[in-house]
């Protein structure tokens, strides 16, 4: 699997982004997916994860009822829906395929997800 991330950009606190993780290969739908997220001088930080059919979806608290992730095994896409941004929220996100021998416990954890996309920058304004 190979992951490529786009739609961040400039937004004012309030408003919205999608950001899309397109990714290629024949092995996505048997992958759980993630969003993470890095500011700079802190370390990466977990957004959000998705099960490999998209029924089970878990959420960091500081996002939960503002972003929302979603897939499309036909379409090998997972994206990630910001609303109600915050300035705190400013990052560059990273889309993220869990190894095969992740599970829902070790959903969070960075080093369990391989490859990674190559990071989309999301500004957001006061």
């Known amino acids: 699997v190979q992951l490529q991330a786009s739609g961040g950009g400039l937004v004012q606190a309030g408003g919205s982004l999608e950001l899309s993780c397109a990714a290629s290969g024949r092995s996505f739908s048997n992958r759980r997916m993630a969003w993470f997220r890095q500011a700079p001088g802190k370390e990466r930080e977990f957004v959000a994860a998705?099960?490999?059919?998209?029924?089970?979806?878990y959420y960091a608290d500081f996002v939960k009822g503002r972003f929302t992730i979603y897939r499309d095994n036909d379409k090998n896409m997972v994206d990630l829906q910001m609303n109600s941004l915050k300035p705190e929220d400013t990052s560059i996100y990273y889309c993220?395929?869990?190894?095969?021998?992740?599970?829902?416990?070790?959903?969070?954890?960075?080093?369990?997800?391989?490859?990674w996309g190559q990071g989309t920058l999301v500004t957001v304004s006061s």
């Open positions: 993220a395929a869990q190894t095969l021998g992740g599970t829902m416990g070790t959903l969070t954890l960075a080093h369990m997800y391989d490859p």
């Open positions: 998705i099960s490999k059919s998209g029924d089970l979806k």
